[in-house]
């Protein structure tokens, strides 16, 4: 495939080494790729690490006010139906500043693609706790460690999702290892075939790393995915209407 007709640009990226936002975006692409749907696709970037977005896809994309990417998705889908649409967002856009649209999407059933990048961290702006923030993991804004008694319990979304009747599928995937990765493609693969065939909301959470502000290595970031993160945050399949 020529360069100008693939979904992902070439070129260098902002993020940092072995961040999880690389893996995940390449995988869409991929997939976009695979189904021959690049140029009726347009994509929906938040205000976080992933902020340069369209710098990364050729195909249509609108940067979103802080949290209002579900907002801003639904509103594309609606006037443009025929176009395939896709939300992607962290933990601080989705979960936090945006965790009233993003429900309400999910309840609606709108009929988009949404992919939430969980790395427990708030990225782009020094590394403070998030709202899927592990308890006992140190952040710039808990040095000692998340306290339930103090900031609550962290959120597991596709939980809360799974108690709504509208999604028509539910997945949390982790990008820490080649097996993981090949699945998360997979799950994204489902979500926009879904939206395709017209089933309506399909949500894929994405396990991802952050070495920078976790203060590690490379390998050790991967390994407090597989080790920590899914422990509190399993990693299955919530929901499939045609599983």
Known sequence: MNAE???????????????GHTIAQRLIGDVMDELGIRERTIGTA???????????FNCDIIECPHGRIPAVATGI??????????????????????????????????????????????GMTGGQMAPTTLIGQKTITTPEGR??????SPLRICEMFATLSSPVFIERVAVHDAPHMQRAKQAIRKAF????EGKGFSFVEVLSMCPTHWRMGGKESCQFVGNEMAGYFPI??????DG
């Not at 009233?100 to 939430?116: L, P, S, V």
């Not at 306290?147 to 609550?152: A, D, L, Q, R, Y």
């Open 77 to 122: 889908k609606r006037m443009r139906p025929d176009n395939i649409v896709f939300a992607y967002g962290g933990d601080g856009d989705l979960l936090s500043i945006g965790l009233a649209e993003t429900i309400h999407c999910a309840n609606r059933g709108e009929n988009i693609t949404m992919i939430f990048i969980n790395n427990a961290v708030y």
């Open 46 to 56: 938040p205000v976080g690490c992933a902020v340069l977005l369209y710098d990364y």
């Open 147 to 152: 306290m339930s008694t103090e900031t609550g």
């Open 5 to 19: 007709n693939r979904t992902i640009r070439s070129g260098r990226m902002h993020y940092c080494p072995v961040c």
């Open 193 to 196: 075939v879904n939206q395709i």
């Open 236 to 241: 299955k399949k919530f929901r499939d209407v």
